[in-house]
């Protein structure tokens, strides 16, 4: 299986600055067709797994574009432009190149 | 307005088995897989399977099979995941998530929590 790592939490953030969130795959999510098959979602406090970027660099739809990601085959970085207080919650990396789809441990966004 | 509703909370005794359901509205149901995925508490997700609701065809994590039965009900657009032999081990919260065409989980039903204890 694909592994996926992330930190458990971001470095401390202030509000209205940015934020970046970084993900490792232990395998090239990069298909031959050229598509990356790496994905994130942020899970907010008591409710489930919304998706913010696919295939990863392409927003999600209703995703404000303060949300930006970008990377290699193996290493991520989703980015956090202007962090709101709706931001926090845990950020999911996630790959669904080949099964079983996998998940890190996923990233609590920390708020100075 | 694309909605995945899932079945309510479930208290379970160890041995039990119980049947998880997902009522998808909104959309055409057999135009797109349905994967189940499972958080234990605090942690992280792990993906149990997905169905193909046109065929009924399916994919498990080797790790649930023989614990994880997935069906639908195209009638009701309705998919199901019956869980068998509970322990403690498969208390958690259970979401059910549409595969976009994109190969992204676009759309996440409001979770199951399944809890087992005598």
């Known amino acids: 299986d694909i592994v996926m790592t992330q930190a458990a939490f971001s470095n401390p953030v202030t509000l209205g600055t940015s934020a970046s969130i970084s993900c490792r795959s232990s395998k090239s999510l990069l298909h031959s067709n050229g598509i990356t098959y790496l994905y994130w979602y942020l899970q907010k406090p008591g409710q489930s797994p919304q998706l913010l970027i696919y295939q990863m660099s392409n927003l999600a739809s209703g995703v404000p574009d303060r949300f930006s990601s970008s990377g290699s085959g193996t290493d991520f970085t989703l980015r956090i432009s202007r962090v709101e207080a709706e931001d926090v919650g845990v950020y999911y990396c996630a790959q669904n190149l080949e099964l079983p789809p996998t998940f890190g441990g996923g990233t609590k966004l920390e708020i100075k | 307005e694309i909605q995945l509703q899932q079945s309510g909370p479930e208290l379970v005794k160890p041995g039990a088995s119980v049947k998880v359901s997902c009522k998808a509205s909104?959309?055409?149901?057999?135009?797109?897989?349905m994967y189940w995925v499972k958080q234990s508490h605090g942690k992280s997700l792990e993906w149990i399977g997905y169905i193909d609701p046109y065929n009924g065809g399916t994919s498990y994590n080797q790790k649930f099979k023989g614990k994880a039965t997935l069906t639908v009900d195209k009638s009701s657009s309705t998919a199901f995941m019956h869980l068998n032999s509970l322990t403690s081990e498969d208390s958690a919260v259970y979401y059910c998530?549409?595969?976009?065409?994109?190969?992204?989980?676009?759309?996440w039903g409001q979770g199951t929590t399944l809890t087992v204890s005598s």
């Open positions: 998530a549409r595969e976009a065409f994109t190969t992204a989980f676009d759309y």
């Open positions: 909104g959309y055409s149901f057999t135009d797109y897989n």
